[in-house]
């Protein structure tokens, strides 16, 4: 559930094939805000970045038919940036996952609705939804720029490692100053086992100066990423956290809904 629309799994009858098919309520966003993402589908076509595979229109809204697959977001973003777009909206909620015929997982980003083709170095995009994953420049109304992204992936590694927020506070206003000050930290109730080469990862990301972030290609080299491709991976790490966070997520959105 996005703040525009909705995505539902789908299978089609003749094939069989399963889809993400998302929805865009008419009411809520204009027909050139849904063909600026439509363009930006068809252009792109890489394996990391979801598919568009058709179009319809019904009488209450537009519907995107999405693959469901793609393997590391990193490498997603790099192809994007290679193409100067940022997503600017890099979350859990726009990651798909599925699984191979060998039963791994692969993930693939989606919703580009706030995507945007950088040809200016003074774009400023407006702040909307939750701040939890937003960078400092986008949340103090700054030129965005691709290393905004990058700053999500930070976030959303640390999410992944210990199940909480680094930045999320009480209220919106309390969230945004906890971004703009970089007022995180790593507890060690919820990083037991969570490598230093995992950490300094984190940290890499999360800094307040966009120039001071490494563009995607650095990113992919990095030792934790690349400990990761050769099997060595974290030791185990408590998911409980991670349950809730996905769970308050949901029910953030479901309230969201029921509100629009």
Not at 204 to 229: D, F, I, K, M, N
Request: hydrophobic letters at 40%; glycine letters at 4%; proline letters at 5%.
């Amino acid at each position: 559930i996005g703040r525009f629309s909705v995505v539902k799994r789908c299978d089609h009858r003749s094939t069989k094939r399963t889809v993400a098919v998302k929805h865009i309520n008419k009411k809520l966003m204009r027909r050139d805000q849904v063909t600026q993402e439509l363009n930006l589908l068809w252009r792109l076509k890489h394996p990391h970045i979801v598919s568009l595979l058709d179009t319809f229109e019904t009488s209450s809204s537009y519907a995107l038919v999405l693959e469901l697959y793609m393997r590391n977001v990193l490498e997603a973003l790099h192809y994007l940036h290679n193409c100067r777009i940022a997503h600017l909206d890099v979350k859990p909620e726009n990651l798909l996952v599925t699984h191979n015929a060998s039963g791994q997982p692969v993930v693939k980003l989606a919703d580009l609705g706030d995507a945007v083709q950088l040809n200016s170095a003074h774009y400023i995009h407006p702040l909307l939804g939750s701040p939890e994953f937003a960078s400092p420049e986008l949340v103090l109304g700054e030129p965005v720029s691709l290393s905004s992204d990058l700053w999500s992936v930070g976030v959303m590694t640390y999410v992944l490692l210990s199940g909480a927020s680094p930045f999320l506070d009480e209220s919106a206003e309390e969230t945004c100053l906890n971004i703009c000050r970089l007022d995180f930290s790593f507890p060690r109730d919820y990083f037991h086992g969570v490598s230093q080469a995992a950490r300094d990862f984190v940290c890499l990301l999360l800094r307040t100066e966009p120039g001071r972030r490494p563009p995607v290609g650095l990113c992919l080299q990095e030792a934790w990423l690349r400990a990761g491709q050769s099997g060595r991976a974290e030791t185990c790490l408590d998911t409980s956290r991670l349950i809730s966070f996905i769970d308050r997520r949901k029910l953030q959105q479901s309230s969201r809904r029921l509100a629009v």
